[in-house]
């Protein structure tokens, strides 16, 4: 059980992953690496704290990105933001539409729109990890290769 924990949590594939793999099981690959934090953020959202609970996956998330901008701005200097949004740019778009209306249901009452935005968050996520398999790899190999 813990080895399996620990590569759930761990990156999305290994590099001898990304060689032999295609695309089917790259995208296979990504969405069982994002299984659990889409359950997790279900999870939040049925929790008695869930706002502080989001709070925290906030400031973890804040957190984690600084530190990602940090090391690429030491590497790179001014040019290591741009490398950071080529690394998030299109999927990061949508994984944010999926935490903003994870948001949504933290904050508001129940109101029936829950099975609509648990759809739509699904619908996003599954935007969010074709253009991670498909889109951003190009996109971040030119931001690398311009920068």
Known sequence: MKSML???F???LTSSELVSADRYS???GVVKKRFVWILLGVLICQAVFARILFYAGTVYLAFTSSIAVCALTM???G???LRFFGLVFPQGIFYALVGYLLWLMVVEPADGKEKI???TMAFFMVLGIISEIFVNPEF????FRTF
Do not use: D, M, N
Not at 140 to 143: D, G, K, N, Y
């Open 117 to 119: 935005r648990l759809w």
């Open 26 to 28: 790259l995208f296979v």
């Open 6 to 8: 620990e590569s759930w």
């Open 75 to 77: 590497h790179a200097g």
């Open 10 to 12: 761990s990156g999305i």
């Open 79 to 81: 040019y290591g933001i």
């Open 140 to 143: 971040s190999a030119l931001i």
